[in-house]
């Protein structure tokens, strides 16, 4: 599918953006995501709304996954020790005082999260909520049946 973000995101956040926005890839990918929703009753604008919501959330999914990639090997007690600071009352009661505690609980966070499900769990949600926004029996272009994401 047209929305599928691959798993190594790097292209997509470094090439972003790059040579002109008119450019041949720029409209290969606009009429590709144009014709996701050419069968759907919406608008040319309300189209266009829908597929910068979804271009969006793409981006940036791959943005973060390269962000985080980016930053495997920085040192966590900087940020621990603002936690601990205050300011990040959340995080402090996700982690607790102890800095050992604090990295176990982080890494097993990290652990459990699949990142490819949640790209999926999100893409669904924001289809989902944009097929009742507009009024649509399902999402445009959404996967059905067997190939939807659990």
Do not use: C
Not at 9 to 22: F, I, K, N, V, W
Request: aromatic share 10%; charged share 25%; hydrophobic share 45%.
């Amino acid at each position: 599918m047209w929305w599928t973000a691959p798993g190594d995101d790097s292209y997509a956040a470094t090439h972003r953006g790059a040579g002109p926005a008119g450019g041949p890839n720029a409209l290969r990918h606009f009429d590709q995501s144009l014709a996701a929703v050419k069968n759907t009753p919406l608008q040319p604008a309300q189209k266009l709304e829908v597929l910068f919501a979804v271009d969006d959330y793409v981006f940036g999914h791959a943005l973060r996954r390269r962000e985080l990639a980016d930053h495997t090997d920085d040192s966590p007690e900087w940020a621990f020790a603002l936690i601990q600071a205050g300011g990040y009352p959340e995080l402090r009661a996700l982690l607790g005082d102890d800095f050992e505690q604090a990295l176990a609980t982080w890494e097993a966070i990290l652990g459990e999260l699949d990142a490819d499900r949640a790209f999926e769990t999100g893409l669904a949600a924001l289809l989902d909520g944009l097929a009742l926004r507009f009024g649509l029996e399902e999402p445009a272009g959404a996967p059905s049946g067997d190939d939807a994401p659990a």
